[in-house]
């Protein structure tokens, strides 16, 4: 089968958005508002940020602003691969805090601990499964590389299990796999909108007042409070979060720090029961191969294959783009790579495909800090790797607008910055030509050139 023809009645929108229990959307903030808390971004992070608030006093008077729709943009879009690694994986983490990384191992277990326990709780139905994930080897030189990880991580609370080419495909049959890494409680699969949803209406019901439709403009100070514009009012608060993601921040000096990057998916068709027998998979984890470039995959709750991946696009001059949420030739790619990966899928068809923009920045992982005296907070960088790690900058943001230290605010993680990217064209220039060095170490064996050896020594190395 042609895999052109596998994508001919894709439908041009996020699988999990397009779900006839979405909610409808909230009304517009019109006239002024007062309240104690201020939160601008209905993703996850403002999402468990109001939801946290309220949790942690439920006196507060607490308003949520989301520009278009809860859960539209990152947040339902992404895999749903919910991790507990707050520093983009084990390797990431040990390169740049090696003294703290046990502890950010435990912040991160209970961190998704807590959102199994809250998904629990407030009865949100987003196909919760603590499956666990599987990296993949899929070219013989990633085999020794997979090794050295388990090596590494042995006894640094991570618990990542080396299977061999005939353990792995007996997890999962695929004929290009040659080893695989298990980690076997340290990821759930999520519907990512619903648990937007979800977190949604748990924090209506908590009494967190909830306006859609509501672009932040501005934040400036109002006498003793602060002010955010927004087309049709404003807000006057004492204290304010952003949990923004991937657009502009607020606080001017805070964009060096991201760029965005569209990442692309395709979802299948639900399987019959004869091919998903031929994959075997019977554990239902997810699953992402070890390239520079790489795919992620999972089973939905219905059966159907998520195949994301791959393609990482800087739009020009750094600018968001609708434009970019559809691209063809990168979802022939994928179609490409998907029946390579499962050749027993021929004649499998694409039911939806779809790209969304992640905020990256040069650590890979999350940061923080304050603007306004103090008065405002912010967490951003979460680089695809948010479902789970919004929940702890939550907690994060929270902490510092109430000016007291706390045993996370005392990490070296939340009180560094990433270096920030260079302004454009440069930004661009460079992000270019790491992709194609990344594509080419890939090519060659994972040999990196000295273009990627140049970032490796300033602490700018890709590791994923």
């Not at 990542?160 to 999962?172: N, T």
């Not at 554990?283 to 470039?293: A, I, K």
């Not at 905020?359 to 992982?365: E, L, P």
Request: charged fraction near 25%.
């Amino acid at each position: 089968m042609d895999p052109a023809r596998s994508l001919a009645e894709a439908e041009p929108v996020p699988y999990w958005l397009d779900d006839p229990g979405r909610p409808a959307a909230g009304p517009a903030l019109t006239g002024e508002e007062h309240c104690g808390l201020l939160v601008v971004g209905g993703g996850y992070s403002g999402l468990w940020t109001a939801l946290l608030a309220k949790e942690r006093d439920p006196g507060l008077d607490v308003v949520l602003i989301e520009a278009a729709r809860i859960g539209w943009a990152a947040s339902g879009r992404n895999g749903g691969f919910c991790a507990a690694s707050l520093t983009h994986g084990p390797m990431n983490g040990l390169a740049r805090w090696p003294e703290e990384f046990a502890r950010l191992q435990e912040f991160g277990a209970r961190n998704l601990d807590a959102i199994e326990e809250a998904v629990g709780r407030y009865g949100i139905a987003c196909d919760f499964e603590r499956t666990g994930e599987i990296d993949v080897a899929t070219a013989p030189y990633q085999v020794e590389e997979l090794r050295e990880v388990a090596r590494v991580t042995a006894g640094q609370g991570v618990g990542l299990e080396f299977l061999d080419r005939d353990r792995v495909r007996a997890e999962v049959d695929s004929p290009t796999f040659h080893a695989g890494l298990l980690d076997r409680r340290g990821v759930a699969m999520v519907h990512p909108a619903k648990l937007a949803w979800g977190l949604r209406r748990a924090a209506a019901r908590a009494g967190v007042r909830i306006y859609e439709r509501t672009p932040a403009t501005a934040l400036a100070r109002d006498g003793a409070a602060l002010a955010v514009r927004t087309p049709y009012g404003r807000v006057r608060t004492h204290r304010v979060a952003l949990g923004t993601g991937v657009f502009p921040s607020l606080i001017r000096r805070v964009r060096p720090y991201t760029v965005p990057v569209y990442d692309y998916a395709l979802v299948t068709e639900p399987l019959d029961a004869g091919r998903l027998a031929s994959l075997g998979w019977r554990g239902r984890q997810g699953l992402g191969d070890s390239g520079n470039q790489f795919h992620y995959f999972r089973l939905t709750a219905d059966n159907r294959v998520l195949w994301g991946g791959y393609d990482a696009i800087h739009p020009r001059g750094g600018r968001l783009d609708s434009g970019y949420e559809q691209r063809p030739t990168t979802f022939l790619t994928l179609a490409r790579h998907f029946f390579a990966c499962f050749p027993q899928l021929e004649g499998v068809r694409f039911s939806h495909a779809w790209g969304g923009a992640i905020d990256t920045c040069t650590r890979f992982s999350a940061f923080f800090g304050t603007a306004h005296g103090g008065r405002v907070a912010y967490a951003a960088g979460y680089t695809g790797l948010g479902v789970g790690a919004t929940r702890f900058g939550a907690e994060v943001m929270l902490d510092l607008l109430a000016g007291e230290p706390t045993e996370r605010t005392r990490l070296a993680m939340v009180r560094r910055k990433p270096v920030p990217f260079p302004p454009e064209p440069l930004a661009s220039a460079g992000i270019e030509l790491t992709r194609w060095s990344l594509a080419r170490a890939d090519a060659h064996q994972g040999r990196r050139n000295l273009w990627l050896r140049a970032l490796d020594r300033a602490g700018l190395g890709f590791d994923s």
